[in-house]
């Protein structure tokens, strides 16, 4: 299949020209003020099932007080999974780091399925804008007088 004509003829991994991101138009120019290029919209995506047995055993553990930890568990490795396949995404456009991350939690098939979804702009350093950040540390001088 040639050049794609439309959106429909897209297939995933195509690499257009254009970059796309979630930050504003402000927060846009903030960064590129500061001197780094944003590089384009990377996400992170999982799907963890929590099992029946882990429900079973949740519900059992319910009926008392105290952390369910089974959950926690699952929680923290998703959580963990989705924002790793994030910074590979980043790491494959050449960035430095991610910035605007927000992570979405959702539930789904009874609550036993949980999406985790985590979504960022990457940039990368470049050092033009007009206020780089400092190389040298910081120093507080109080004027004598």
């Not at 930050?23 to 780094?36: A, P």
């Amino acid at each position: 299949m040639g050049e794609p004509r439309n959106a429909m003829d897209i297939r995933p991994g195509y690499r257009g020209r254009a970059f796309t991101s979630d930050l504003s138009g402000q927060e846009f120019w903030l960064v590129v003020d500061k001197g780094f290029q944003p590089m384009g919209l990377v996400i992170g995506n999982c799907i963890y099932s929590m099992g029946a047995i882990r429900n079973w055993l949740v519900g059992v553990k319910g009926s008392f007080q105290g952390e369910l930890r089974e959950y926690s568990q699952l929680m923290y490795q998703a959580r963990e999974l989705a924002l790793s396949r994030m910074q590979f995404e980043a790491d494959q456009l050449g960035a430095d780091g991610v910035i605007g991350v927000d992570i979405k939690i959702e539930f789904l098939h009874n609550n036993e399925w949980m999406e985790v979804t985590a979504v960022g702009t990457a940039i990368r350093w470049v050092g033009t804008g007009p206020n780089m950040p400092p190389t040298v540390q910081g120093r507080v001088t109080i004027p004598a007088g």
